[in-house]
């Protein structure tokens, strides 16, 4: 698996897991300037440790929707350019706004990943799109974001089979999506992220453009 430029595996107290270099987030452990990125609490992590091909070399600049109180989106930012980091609920965007103190390239946007013309002036067009949101209709969220890709950029999402149906099979779930998102996408590479996140289906795509 390659890694991006910027994320290396490394050896905390004999166990060797990925890391970044930056200020520590979410009581992760740390040795000196290095901080593990557990992909417990990541699902791009758990996407990386998946060995999927994320297209990430280091230096993208960078929507994530979905950030929540920063702890992947700071690792993120640890290794990338500019990083905008969309997330709705005041609470968490507060502990996001810390995480940005010492990131001077993470920008923090209290908006919804439903209505990106709300943030569309701020943003400008990327390399990469991550998306970890907990709401129906993912592949939509996907569908509105994909205005601010590259032509060669890649959407690298977590769908959340809970968060489109509960009661449903999640691979039923993760077929509905898959064949939504492919209006939009060229889907790459899909994988479960188990044993990390039960029910969840890491993606990586690229937009389609005639």
């Given at each position: 698996m390659t890694l991006p430029e910027g994320v290396e595996r490394y050896d905390f107290d004999g166990e060797t897991s990925l890391a970044t270099r930056g200020e520590p987030v979410y009581g992760e452990r740390t040795d000196g300037e290095w901080r593990r990125w557990d992909p417990h609490r990541s699902k791009l992590g758990a996407m990386l440790e998946h060995g999927l091909d994320t297209g990430l070399d280091g230096g993208e600049t960078v929507l994530y929707l979905g950030a929540a109180a920063g702890t992947t989106v700071s690792h993120v930012a640890d290794f990338s350019g500019p990083t905008y980091a969309v997330e709705f609920a005041p609470r968490p965007v507060r502990e996001l706004l810390d995480a940005a103190e010492s990131r001077g390239n993470l920008?923090?946007?209290?908006?919804d990943a439903r209505k990106p013309e709300r943030y569309a002036h701020v943003v400008e067009p990327v390399d990469v799109v991550v998306q970890d949101v907990a709401t129906r209709g993912q592949?939509?969220?996907a569908a509105l974001n994909e205005r601010f890709l590259a032509d060669d950029g890649r959407l690298l999402a977590a769908v959340k089979a809970r968060s489109e149906d509960v009661t449903a099979d999640p691979d039923d779930v993760f077929d509905s999506v898959r064949e939504e998102l492919s209006e939009d996408y060229e889907l790459?590479?899909?994988?479960?992220?188990?044993?990390y996140h039960e029910d969840h289906l890491g993606v990586v795509a690229r937009p389609r453009r005639d």
């Open positions: 920008f923090p946007l209290l908006k592949a939509r969220v790459l590479e899909t994988t479960r992220l188990e044993p």
